[in-house]
């Protein structure tokens, strides 16, 4: 059965994914269905028709010609663009909320929480991790938002994500707020899907080649550089900071291509798995619903990633504004279209 969605039936308080998946059995997949070509959980691949020297160039060129957004700062009360981390978005929403405020170039390159502070996330980054690993985060932070800091974290605690001690010091420490705003999601940051038109980023000189590639829907992608780790204490603290989770690969189907990464410098870290080095030129992918960090080893380094991500199972069409299921829902796992290049044209899976 073939499902559609019209975005404009999508409430303002849901953003479209989720109200997608709320109305269809993706959910049960999510749960339920393995791919059946590996059972690693990072991937490497290489397209051998893409010329690296060329895509550093254009990514470098790129950097010259739109600028570089650093990402911001979602965790503090206030606003500000990171230093060492951001780039370039490869795709815009032009219903964004905040576009009076953002460029289009910049919409995927973080927005701020601003509805609370959250301080108590940069104050106990063990605590938040144990929130990502139990995959109680996107939760917590809805309870946050519509019931209080201190709903939030009794749930966390409820679902023995925190200890006794930890629920305690947070009641005691942490005032319970909550967001007094109208609870309006649509078209804001985290509605991955509708991050769907293409910027001139995507299409500068030689990314278009990449670009041509893809058979599926782009959503929220971009072209992210890490630069700039002036030194040990700097990179550590990075390092430690950068513990995450992202959508389910049903929903977000991320790869990324290295463009620059000094040997031994860079890589990506998946909990419960292992620690794997960038290298240039290699495409990776994995879940990014489990909670992941980029991690830095070396300092004073630059590290370039093209980091796609599409819609798996749903394509947009632009003209209707509306998403409609393919022939992939359902029937194979987003790492086995991977692999079988359903996702990027000539795509050869290595490990
Ligand atoms: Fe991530």
């Known amino acids: 059965?073939?499902?559609?969605?019209?975005?404009?039936?999508?409430?303002?308080?849901?953003?479209?994914?989720?109200?997608?998946?709320?109305?269809?059995?993706?959910?049960?997949?999510?749960?339920?269905?393995?791919?059946?070509n590996t059972d690693k959980k990072f991937l490497s691949f290489t397209q051998p028709n893409i010329d690296l020297l060329k895509v550093q160039q254009s990514c470098e060129?790129?950097?010259?010609?739109?600028?570089?957004?650093?990402?911001?700062?979602?965790?503090?009360?206030?606003?500000?663009?990171?230093?060492?981390?951001?780039?370039?978005?490869?795709?815009?929403?032009?219903?964004?909320?905040?576009?009076?405020?953002?460029?289009?170039?910049?919409?995927t390159l973080g927005y701020p929480r601003n509805n609370m502070d959250l301080d108590f996330v940069i104050e106990n980054l063990d605590i938040w991790k144990s929130i990502m690993v139990a995959e109680l985060d996107?939760?917590?932070?809805?309870?946050?938002?519509k019931y209080g800091k201190h709903n939030a974290f009794k749930y966390a605690h409820e679902h023995k994500a925190i200890t006794d001690e930890q629920l305690k010091m947070l009641l005691e420490k942490y005032k319970d707020e909550k967001n007094i705003k109208e609870f309006i999601i649509k078209n804001t940051y985290q509605d991955s899907w509708s991050f769907n038109h293409l910027t001139d980023v995507i299409n500068h000189e030689y990314?278009?080649?990449?670009?041509?590639?893809?058979?599926?829907?782009?959503?929220?992608?971009?072209?992210?550089?890490?630069?700039?780790?002036?030194?040990?204490?700097?990179?550590?603290?990075?390092?430690?900071?950068?513990?995450?989770?992202?959508?389910?690969?049903?929903v977000e189907a991320r790869i990324n291509l290295s463009v620059t990464s000094p040997e031994n410098a860079f890589g990506m870290e998946l909990e419960g798995d292992d620690r794997y080095y960038l290298q240039p030129g290699k495409w990776y992918s994995w879940d990014t619903?489990?909670?992941?960090?980029?991690?830095?080893?070396?300092?004073?380094?630059?590290?370039?990633?093209?980091?796609?991500?599409?819609?798996?199972?749903?394509d947009y069409i632009k003209e209707e504004d509306a998403w409609v299921s393919n022939e992939f829902f359902g029937k194979k796992h987003p790492i086995d279209m991977?692999?079988?290049?359903?996702?990027?044209?000539?795509?050869e899976f290595i490990s």
Request: net charge positive; charged share 30%.
């Open 61 to 107: 060129s790129a950097f010259e010609k739109f600028g570089f957004f650093g990402f911001l700062n979602i965790y503090g009360s206030e606003m500000f663009r990171d230093e060492t981390y951001g780039g370039l978005s490869l795709v815009y929403n032009p219903n964004y909320k905040f576009q009076k405020n953002i460029e289009p170039n910049a919409q």
């Open 289 to 314: 619903g489990i909670t992941h960090r980029p991690f830095a080893d070396k300092t004073k380094l630059t590290r370039t990633n093209l980091v796609y991500a599409v819609s798996p199972w749903f």
């Open 138 to 145: 996107k939760h917590f932070w809805r309870r946050c938002t």
């Open 338 to 347: 991977f692999i079988e290049g359903d996702i990027v044209e000539g795509l």
């Open 207 to 250: 990314l278009s080649e990449i670009t041509k590639l893809f058979k599926r829907s782009f959503i929220r992608s971009r072209l992210a550089k890490l630069q700039q780790l002036d030194n040990d204490e700097v990179r550590k603290n990075v390092n430690d900071y950068m513990w995450h989770r992202d959508d389910s690969i049903f």
């Open 1 to 36: 059965m073939k499902h559609k969605f019209y975005v404009k039936d999508c409430p303002e308080d849901d953003v479209v994914h989720t109200w997608i998946r709320k109305q269809t059995d993706l959910q049960y997949y999510m749960d339920n269905m393995k791919p059946v």
